[in-house]
């Protein structure tokens, strides 16, 4: 009886929890929907954008006419994910015995919220360092692909990846390179 059950604890072994060390870094659940089709969320801090990308964003929204950048520092920067996933069995194609490893390819929608205080001078008060807080909200889809290895004999997979995110709210087709490897413990 035991010996008639034991495919099907196997195949209730994929979802899972776990960290992802990268961009973003984060905590990750995910959740098979069937054998090839998951979803999966994210939620954890990202790394802020170039200098020039936080520069610019000041210059096109200045406090005041007479602003001058000096500076800024960024902070909080959070992101959550929400994605599709579509996966096949590798295993077979790279002669893999012990395990099995999928490759992946996904779609998802991210969010990303940093605070950004700039320090800026006002040409009419020279000697005066003002202060603006903002928060700044990046939304946009992702693209990604990868490969996740599930051990036989352990509930934890690994898994690594690279995708493209492509802002459409705040500074329309920027474009973003992040990428990622991660550890999941599957129940």
């Known amino acids: 009886m035991f010996i008639a059950l034991l495919p099907f604890t196997v195949m209730a072994q994929e979802d899972g929890i776990g960290l992802r060390l990268g961009e973003p870094f984060s905590i990750t659940y995910k959740k098979f929907l069937d054998d090839n089709i998951a979803i999966e969320g994210l939620f954890g ?9 936080y520069r ?13 950048y000096a500076g800024h520092n960024v902070g909080n920067v959070l992101s959550f994910n929400l994605r599709g996933i579509y996966h096949e069995d590798l295993s077979d194609e790279l002669n893999i015995d012990v395990g099995y490893l999928l490759g992946y390819v996904g779609l998802g929608a991210q969010l990303r919220t940093a605070r950004v205080d700039y320090a800026y001078t006002d040409a009419t008060i020279t000697t005066v360092v003002l202060r603006d807080n903002r928060r700044n909200i990046d939304f946009g889809p992702e693209v990604f692909a990868g490969g996740e290895y599930y ?6 997979s690994v898994f690594a990846e690279i995708g493209l995110f492509m802002e ?10 992040q990428g990622a490897i991660g550890v999941r413990y599957l129940f």
Request: no cysteine; hydrophobic share 40%.
């Open 45 to 53: 801090r990202a790394g802020a954008n170039s200098a020039q990308y």
């Open 56 to 68: 610019r964003s000041f210059e096109n929204n200045l406090p005041s006419p007479n602003a001058f």
């Open 151 to 156: 051990f036989d004999e352990l509930p934890i």
């Open 168 to 177: 459409l709210l705040d500074r329309f087709g920027h474009l973003r390179l």
